[in-house]
């Protein structure tokens, strides 16, 4: 009996186990070589030629076209760990790799899917119980532990160069953001933290800055640009002619008809800026445009107006300066104005922006660099390095790096094994060998002997040094806590979480019914595996991508 469509594809049992796991390790693979201070860069080209060069794992997987729905299972596995944690995308991926490769051991063993998905729910649960148990204390005060964690982060990245400076800046900006609860803990609000980029200096002149950075000019040439103590008015609406809803035609007869329109258009002008001017402001954000009559009347008046200003931009000068967002110039009052310092930066070719009070709050990083390939690297390591560190705050648990803690969790689990009874502990055993991934990928990327290197960490942890691990740019096993080598606890148990579940969701399936072909670019003669799987189209899509 025929139930599918005739262009349907089916794949069944271990065809579809193969299919799924062969898919999944693929995204894995395209990004191990990224891992750690000694990581490679990929270079992305889009369909429009749009350079992109990184080793963010969560770029890298979200910029290639992949088209392979189990692929995008594990690219989910980037995209919630960069949501949640902010940083050890590539490290969550890869741990969901290798998996999946113990895994296909395990089934080639006659292994049922359910017990291998079972003990790797068991193993995912005891490894983050012991992160927990490893884990080491961190004061949010501790300036010097903080940095230390946002220079790991930043180490193998555009930012790493001038880490030293950029750690402290990432620490400084995260403190001004970060508030007391009543019951102790402490809240990071990221959202009064606002990066701006800048080309043609070196990554160690960014600087910091308590306020808001404004990469516009003046609407006119005769507007003051330096005010200590302005009266702020953040416009959501063009200080310009207001256009007729529906097609509208006006019949003109004589010179005088003509006057007579132009000068309706003129006082209608006059009268929005008036309605500025007698609220106060001294300075005008506007968000749309603002006609060449109204900049004139404005200049006139003294008054500083900056167009087109970026949507975020007026939202964040609204939690720097205070006062509201008016959408309606005719209703504004000088209770919608916000307060405080603007000034023109010539050099720079900035605006300034500073709140007065205790209740406005708003830090910018100003970040330099060379060319804008550069200065886009530069941004997205020290966007992870604001996640990591505001995390340890928030968190308030650290762990030692390079590998020290998957070596550890893992020799726990092998002896947790020994608890668990039936095919599950097969299962939990390989858990702890797919940890071991990072020291050995992190080893490799170094150039260095992964095998001579895991057994020389096995022996550590075995001795009792739970923060022994790889320290890339000496190629010795030494107590990475002491010598700086941290990261957040918290970044490490939801790589685990996510790594085992996008895992086991793979593991679970074992029939793919398509409504077409499942190699969405491949033309059925690329061979591949049993089922009609057509090669994946190199992994449907991701080979025109790498």
Not at 10 to 30: M, T
Not at 164 to 183: I, S
Request: glycine content about 10%.
């Amino acid at each position: 009996m025929i139930i599918l469509g005739e262009d349907s594809q089916r794949v069944q049992d271990k065809d579809a186990q193969q299919y799924n796991i062969s898919a999944a390790r693929s995204v894995a693979e395209a990004v191990r070589s990224t891992l750690g201070p000694k990581g490679m860069d990929k270079m992305l080209v889009n369909s429009m030629g749009d350079v992109t060069i990184t080793n963010d794992g969560v770029t890298i997987l979200t910029e290639m076209d992949i088209d392979n729905p189990t692929a995008e299972m594990i690219v989910e596995v980037a995209e919630t760990q960069e949501d949640e944690a902010g940083d050890g995308t590539t490290t969550a991926v890869a741990i969901a790799g290798e998996l999946l490769k113990n895994a296909e051991d395990l089934l080639e063993q006659e292994i049922h899917p359910t017990a291998i998905i079972k003990g790797f729910h068991l193993a995912s649960e005891k490894a983050r119980e012991e992160v927990d148990n490893i884990a080491e204390p961190v004061d949010p005060d501790d300036e010097e532990l903080l940095r230390k964690v946002a220079e790991t982060s930043m180490t193998g990245k555009g930012a790493e160069l001038e880490k030293d400076v950029l750690a402290d800046l990432v620490v400084r900006a995260v403190q001004q953001v970060t508030v007391e609860a009543d019951d102790g803990s402490h809240v990071v609000d990221l959202e009064n933290v606002n990066i701006e980029t800048q080309t043609g200096r070196s990554a160690g002149e960014s600087d910091l800055l308590v306020g808001a950075v404004i990469d516009k000019d003046a609407v006119h040439g005769d507007m003051p640009t330096n005010f200590e103590n302005a009266d702020t008015l953040l416009l959501n609406e063009a200080i310009e002619i207001e256009e007729a809803d529906v097609d509208t035609q006006v019949s003109i007869e004589t010179p005088d008809q003509l006057q007579n329109f132009l000068d309706q258009e003129e006082k209608q002008l006059k009268q929005k800026v008036e309605k500025i001017v007698d609220s106060g402001a001294d300075v005008v954000f506007c968000q749309k445009g603002i006609d060449d009559l109204a900049q004139h009347y404005l200049a006139k008046e003294g008054v500083l107006a900056i167009r087109r200003t970026k949507k975020s931009d007026i939202k964040f000068l609204k939690n720097v300066l205070g006062g509201s967002v008016v959408s309606d110039v005719n209703s504004v009052t000088a209770d919608d104005l916000g307060n405080g310092s603007v000034r023109r930066d010539e050099e720079d070719e900035l605006f300034y922006v500073e709140g007065t009070g205790d209740e406005v709050h708003g830090v910018t990083l100003l970040l330099r660099g060379s060319t804008d390939h550069v200065v886009d690297e530069l941004e997205r390591g020290i966007n992870d390095a604001i996640d990591v560190v505001s995390t340890t705050v928030s968190d308030g648990r650290v762990l030692a790096g390079g590998g020290a803690p998957e070596v550890e969790i893992a020799s726990r689990l092998r002896d947790y094994a020994d608890s668990v009874s039936g095919r599950e502990q097969l299962a939990v055993e390989a858990f702890a060998d797919s940890l071991e991934l990072v020291p050995r990928v992190l080893a490799e990327n170094a150039g260095l002997d992964s095998i001579d290197l895991l057994v020389d960490l096995r022996a550590e942890h075995e001795s009792g040094n739970a923060h022994a691990g790889l320290n890339a740019f000496t190629g010795s096993v030494e107590d990475t806590y002491e010598a700086g080598i941290v990261e957040p606890a918290h970044a490490k148990e939801q790589a685990l979480s996510s790594a085992t579940e996008a895992a086991n969701l793979v593991l679970k399936i074992d029939d793919i019914i398509a409504a077409g072909d499942l190699s969405t670019e491949g033309d059925g003669d690329e061979g591949g595996a049993p089922g009609g799987m057509g090669g994946m189209g190199g992994m449907g899509g991701m080979g025109g991508a790498m």
